[in-house]
Structures are given as structure tokens and as C-alpha cells.
């Protein structure tokens, strides 16, 4: 799966963009973001409070109860701050 | 029409583009934002905007969409940057014309109202106290969400 | 600023002098108005204005009272033609800058709501069938009266 | 007193500015304008309907009963169509 990481979300995991080999029991975003949360200090810093982060899948905004499948582009952000 | 880009933009240029040679627009309404060079009483030095390329586009297009829905619009023109920007450069520009004034007053407010909360920008901000990333402010989302009340056009 | 001309003026070159080299300006908000050649189904080959010199610049210079008194703005300008226009021709201009891009917006459209039936401006439209003078719309005079009710800013 | 009309009731009256001297009894606008429809077809056909006549008494607007002085400047016109 490939995963992208902007703002705040991808400073403190350190990276922008990784792909990963998910275990097959996560299918939806929710236990993605717990699996990663496991992986280190940062990612636990960076999603530990699932109200500031925004998620989209495929480039379409989504919920945390999304689904997803190992073909898909998951990113993870806090808010947005255009304009 | 949108465009996401690293480099500056003219607006008299941007402007007359949607105007010139048309005489059936009866109504240019536009919005420019800018870097401050203050924020939460600290000196800014540079403001870098960070996007996701490919879903910026997208969410553009989507909002540039749903204005047109919404009101009688001729051209639709959103240009947005991205990179490292200085205090007193331009950020963004929304412009857009119409046989009616209402509309194309309202449906910029609309615009710049709905990409501050729903295009994928993030921005940076570098003082000389460090950097820090701007946080999202509840008063945004409430401007972007009094759009989706259904009012009367 | 108020200007009261028979010229055309250039939206890039007025846009700029707000903005260019400060550091302040968080927004930018403008309207123009052109002249459209349709009015009321009927093909309009040009516009004649004709205003109330001396008042007009009084009547134009307290609007602007009126939204510096409302929003908290930095620069204000007004600029609005008299004479004889053809489609496709500008009219007049408004801009405000701010710190804050609602108080930009929302003045600009305060700013077109009220000259448009407060500032001593009447147009003469000409087509095929002669010359007419334009009607006041009540659609305008109830958008500049719903900023006078008290709304929070 | 210097009167001025503009737009149709310029128009209409067949001149844009004119001097005139007032009878002493007309000390308001309601009054002056009564007074003007007597002075001829261009007049009466102008001032016919007071709801769309607007005035103005040194440049500022004002109601149908303002009072005016000789020495004032008062306009009447239709409504405005600036913009």
C-alpha cells in the first residue's frame, strides 16, 4: 500500500511517502492508523489524537471507518490550511 | 479554470484574461490572499505551503464545480502556490465573472471560503522562534460551512 | 480613495498600488462592474453616465466612512466613470485590503451594494430602438438594506 | 435658488441647472416642487409621481418636507443606478 504523509503528520513520522506490506486482517483506515501507530515514537506522536487527522483515499477525503484494499494511495494530514 | 504553481502570478494579467473582448460579463468578482508578516504577535520571516499533488487539482475542480452549480457563472479562475513565500507575496487568487454582480461577489466568497478548509495545503510557518505548522482555526470552518446551509440564491 | 473620472482605468495597476510592498494585507477583495450589451432582451450599442459632480464624491467618500466604520480595513478604493461607455467597458471599480480576508470580501460587497443606489450615478442605455434610462431594481435596494440591519461583523 | 435635475427628470424638464427666484411662501421641498408643476407639461410630466422623484438640499439627501432657503442648491432626480 502506499502511503502518504503531509503537515505536522509526515514531520514527525519523519517521511512523506512510504509503501508498506499491510497484514491482511486491517481493512478499513481506522486499524491502518492503530497497525502504524506501533511502528515508532513518531507515528505514535503523529496519530495519537484521531480528531486533528484527516485521511483520503485515492485522493477522495474519507472517514476513519473507510475501507481499503492493498491497491489503494491512503494519506494521512491534519486539517487543511489553504487559501 | 485551475492552476496550482510554484511561480508568481500578475493579476492585472489573470484579470484581464476573464474580461477582455467579453461583453457579457457584468460583474468581476475577486479575491487575492497574501502573506502577513505578522501571526499570533510573532514575526514572520517565510510561510511554506506544503499540497498533495494530483488530489490539490482534484478538490479545485471539485469546488470550482460546485460553485458553478450554484450560481450563473461565466469564468471560474482559482490559482493557487505552493513553496517557500515571503511576507507580502501572493498566495492565491479567485476570480470570477458573471452577467450578475451577486453572484460573482458571493460565489469568490464561496471560493476562498471552501479552499481554506477543503484543498490540501498545509503551511509552515518560520519565525525566529523556529518553525511551526498552522494550526486549522474553528472561525474557517465555520465560513466554510455556512455555505452548505441551504440558502436561497 | 474616491475617483470620479471619464477615463478607463487599469484593474492591474490600481490592484497593485494596494498591495505592492506591504507586508500587512492578509486580503484583497475586488468587484468590477462592466457594461454588459444585453439589457432587458434587447441589444444595447452604449451607456451614457451621468452623475451629480461634487456630490457624487461627497455621497461616495461616506460609503467609505461607512465600512471603515464596519470592518477593519487598510487601504479603500473607489473608482467610478461617467460619460458615454460601450460593452464590454469597465465602470467602476472597488477594492479593500484588510488583515482578514471576511473583512475584504464583505466591505467590496457592502461597498457595490450601497453606491449603487447611494452614490448620484444614472445611465442612459442606447440601442436600436432609441434611448432609455435605467430603472432602479428593487433586488438592488434590498441589498443595500440588509447591511444596515444591526448583524454581528 | 440654483435647482439642478438629472436623469429623466433632467430629461424631461428640458434642462440640467436653473436659477430661480421663489415666491416667499415656499419655504420646503414638497412646496417647491407643487410650485415647479405649475411652470409647464415638462415639469408636471417629470414631477407627476413623488415617489420616484429624489432630492437633494446642498448636495445631501433629504425627505419631501426638508426645508430650503434661497440660497440653497437643490437637486431632484430619480432613483440612483450607479454601479
Keep these: ?83 | 479554470m485551475i492552476r496550482v504553481q510554484e511561480q508568481d502570478f500578475d493579476i492585472g494579467t489573470e484579470l484581464a484574461s476573464l474580461t477582455d473582448g467579453k461583453t457579457t460579463v457584468g460583474g468581476l468578482g475577486c479575491f487575492v490572499g497574501l502573506v502577513r508578516d505578522m501571526a499570533n504577535d510573532e514575526q514572520i520571516s517565510s510561510m511554506t505551503l506544503e499540497h498533495y499533488p494530483g488530489m490539490t487539482e482534484k478538490q479545485l475542480e471539485a469546488i470550482e464545480a460546485k460553485a458553478r452549480d450554484r450560481w450563473p457563472l461565466q469564468d471560474v479562475l482559482i490559482i493557487h502556490r505552493y513553496g517557500r513565500l515571503e511576507p507580502g507575496d501572493r498566495i492565491v487568487l479567485v476570480a470570477t465573472t458573471s452577467a450578475h454582480r451577486e453572484a460573482a461577489l458571493e460565489s469568490c466568497h464561496f471560493l476562498i471560503d471552501w479552499l481554506k478548509t477543503k484543498a490540501p495545503f498545509w503551511k509552515l510557518e518560520a519565525s525566529e522562534t523556529g518553525e511551526s505548522w498552522v494550526a486549522a482555526r474553528d472561525a474557517d470552518n465555520e465560513a466554510a460551512d455556512r455555505w452548505s446551509a441551504d440558502r436561497p440564491k
Tied chains: 1, 4.
Design chain 1, 1 to 83: 500500500m502506499q502511503l502518504l504523509y503531509f503537515g505536522w503528520v509526515r514531520t514527525r513520522i519523519g517521511i512523506g511517502r512510504e509503501t508498506l506490506e499491510l497484514p491482511p486482517d486491517i481493512a478499513d483506515v481506522k486499524s491502518l492508523v492503530e497497525w502504524l501507530k506501533q511502528r515508532g515514537d513518531g507515528y505514535r506522536e503523529a496519530l495519537e489524537d484521531l480528531t486533528v487527522i484527516r485521511v483520503a483515499v485515492n485522493q477522495e477525503m474519507v472517514d476513519l471507518d473507510a475501507e481499503i484494499a492493498p491497491g489503494d494511495e491512503v494519506a494521512l494530514f491534519p486539517p487543511m490550511t489553504g487559501g
